[in-house]
């Protein structure tokens, strides 16, 4: 099993960044595909990054050339830099891991693919 502990969310106006984190502790010798994903009041669950198993990252259109996803494996620690924030990117973001995932070619991201869930972190970007 493994832990997932989000921080560095809060608020910030548009056009402004924020670097959120994801700290993973337990059974971290294996490969785990790690990934963001966020959901807006009355709205589903959607991706927003993801680093699979063999290291290869995707992202959502809508972030795309704004948000980064990176990972310390030294640190166990998952990073979203996030850029140029919209107000549309408010959201509750959380954190997800899932062993031995990996996608090839496009990415359609589905929560039905991980097991592991972080509390999540409020995103909150005013006009």
């Known amino acids: 099993q493994v832990q997932l502990v989000e921080s560095g969310g809060g608020s910030v106006q548009a056009g402004g960044s924020l670097r959120l984190s994801c700290a993973a502790s337990g059974d971290t010798s294996r490969s785990y595909c790690m990934g963001w994903f966020r959901q807006a009041p009355g709205k589903e669950r959607e991706g927003v990054a993801v680093?699979?198993?063999?290291?290869?990252?995707h992202s959502a259109g809508s972030v795309k050339g704004r948000f980064t996803i990176s990972q310390d494996n030294a640190q166990n620690t998952l990073y979203l830099q996030m850029n140029s924030l919209k107000p549309e990117d408010t959201a509750m973001y959380y954190c997800?891991?899932?062993?031995?995932?990996?996608?090839?070619?496009?990415?359609?991201?589905?929560?039905?693919?991980?097991?592991?869930w972080g509390q999540g972190t409020q995103v909150t970007v005013s006009p």
């Open positions: 680093i699979d198993s063999d290291g290869n990252t």
């Open positions: 997800a891991a899932e062993p031995g995932l990996s996608f090839v070619g496009s990415w359609y991201p589905n929560t039905q693919d991980f097991r592991y």
